[in-house]
C-alpha cells in the first residue's frame, strides 16, 4: 500500500465515521466532514497532507501524488 491509497483510504473512514455519528448522535459530527472535505481539498491545491507526514514516519512507502 502506498501513501496515496492509505491518505485517501483514511479520508474515507473518518467521512463515514461522521456520518454514522451524526446519525447516531449529533448533526454537529458532520463538522468533521467538513473538515476532512477542507483538508482534502487544501492537500489538492497545496501537495501538504499532515496524514500523508504521519503515514511517512510509520513506514509507509511513497506514492507518486504525497512524496
Do not use: E
Not at 36 to 55: D, Y
Amino acid at each position: 500500500m502506498s501513501i496515496d491509497k492509505a491518505v485517501l483510504g483514511f479520508a474515507g473512514i473518518m467521512t463515514l465515521l461522521s456520518a454514522v455519528l451524526t446519525w447516531m448522535f449529533s448533526p454537529w459530527w458532520l463538522l468533521l466532514t467538513v473538515f476532512v472535505g477542507l483538508n482534502m481539498l487544501q492537500a489538492s491545491m497545496t501537495g501538504f497532507c499532515p496524514a500523508a507526514k504521519i503515514f511517512k514516519a510509520m513506514g509507509v512507502k511513497a506514492g507518486c501524488a504525497f512524496t
